[in-house]
């Protein structure tokens, strides 16, 4: 489809080319193809154009059928535009290139497989009967309630005492065995509502270790079996830490505790809806909204251009006063964040290399067994190590767009 479009064409529709509704104006356009994959957003208008394209009708026709149909009728132009400008280059139809799909993942850095597909789908079918809709939140909230009730009988500044350095290692290995289940949870949400799981791996994401489940099919669903995806890593989490509150409560092992808060931090800071976790796609997908931050810092630069007068014609719906909301706490959140630490903490910011490095070479050379020990450098690093990875990726970011506007790169 090269220059002006021959509307003599008979396209076909590739079968690697699905669509289902996304909501009540968008569909979601899925091409599959191998590790090439994307996904489109479109009107259904233009999916009542797709329709009418059986492998028979030229663009000719198809334009012909839907000016009779519809109240918007269709011109050369406007075909040229919807195949030529907007659909071309993705593989919607038989023959074409791939050329504007970006093989890329913004998020994750370094991404090592762990588990491919294939035994992924085993184990994950194995799980999918606890993921039935009239079962899945009840069992969540059971658990949550049940995993809590313990902190409710005990003194929690005792809970960590009684961990050693030796046991917090072992903690540490089942807490990254929990992570790994979690990853099964989403793969196994997605199974259990007919969309297929990919691999399970590991990367970077902020320059922290992270695991990751592929569950990108998880569009096809409807947005209740999205959202049980989401939260499906966390639900088996909750399980997990059900099971050894339970257990505390026969044994009064205060040790249980100790395993049960520190997978619990791991759920709570998963439920951080700024980040690209599970709460961030979670409230995502309970608004019905893709792209969540990026269309918050477009409703929020138009609200802040509409305050200075420059953009009168602003009416916000309430979609938009929602995505206001979410950008402005968002971004108070981060700037609080680096006026305390330059405030408060500006000489732990200036020593933080040399205290890190002291850190790691005294758990090298020495492995202290003081468990508070490790907790107070953790407590005590851990913001700052937030700090230095969220400055080097606005600086990476920023040389990137330098770069990119001044020569193109």
Not at 206 to 220: E, K, T
Not at 330 to 351: A, C, E, G, R
Request: glycine share 4%; with cysteine.
């Amino acid at each position: 489809m090269d220059g002006l479009i021959d509307v003599s064409i008979v396209p076909k529709i590739s079968e690697n080319c699905s669509w289902k509704k996304f909501d009540e104006r968008n569909y979601l356009i899925c091409i599959d193809d191998g590790d090439k994959n994307s996904k489109l957003y479109i009107s259904k208008e233009v999916i009542e154009i797709l329709n009418l394209i059986d492998g028979n009708n030229s663009l000719e026709d198809v334009k012909k059928i839907y000016n009779e149909k519809s109240k918007y009728k269709l011109t050369d132009e406007a075909i040229f535009k919807i195949f030529q400008k907007n659909l071309s280059g993705y593989g919607i139809f038989k023959d074409d290139d791939e050329s504007r799909i970006k093989i890329k993942d913004k998020y994750i850095w370094l991404k090592m497989t762990i588990f491919n597909e294939s035994v992924v789908k085993k184990i994950s079918k194995v799980l999918t009967p606890a993921f039935n809709e009239k079962i899945f939140y009840p069992i969540l909230l059971f658990s949550l309630l049940i995993t809590v009730l313990p902190f409710f009988l005990v003194d929690f500044s005792i809970v960590f005492q009684t961990v050693d350095g030796n046991l917090f290692i072992n903690f540490l290995l089942i807490n990254i065995l929990t992570l790994v289940i979690h990853e099964f949870g989403h793969s196994s949400a997605c199974e259990r509502f007919g969309a297929n799981s990919g691999k399970i791996g590991f990367g970077l994401y902020i320059m922290s270790p992270v695991f990751f489940s592929d569950v990108s099919d998880a569009w096809r669903l409807r947005r209740k079996e999205r959202l049980i995806v989401d939260l499906g890593g966390i639900y088996v989490q909750l399980i997990i830490t059900c099971l050894l509150s339970l257990f505390f409560l026969i044994s009064h092992d205060v040790r249980v505790l100790s395993l049960t808060s520190l997978i619990l931090i791991g759920v709570v800071f998963n439920l951080n809806p700024f980040l690209r976790f599970d709460g961030y796609w979670a409230l995502s997908d309970y608004t019905n909204i893709t792209n969540l931050r990026e269309r918050a810092t477009k409703a929020s630069v138009k609200f802040y251009s509409w305050c200075v007068g420059r953009n009168k014609n602003f009416q916000p719906s309430k979609k938009d006063v929602f995505l206001i909301l979410y950008g402005n706490f968002s971004m108070l959140v981060v700037i609080n964040f680096i006026l305390f630490m330059i405030i408060k903490q500006h000489n732990s910011i200036i020593y933080f290399p040399k205290n890190l490095y002291l850190f790691v070479h005294e758990i090298i050379t020495e492995f202290p067994s003081d468990f508070n020990w490790y907790k107070r450098n953790l407590v005590a690093l851990s913001p700052l190590a937030a700090f230095y990875i969220m400055f080097t990726i606005s600086i990476y970011k920023g040389f990137k767009k330098y770069l990119k506007k001044r020569y193109g790169i």
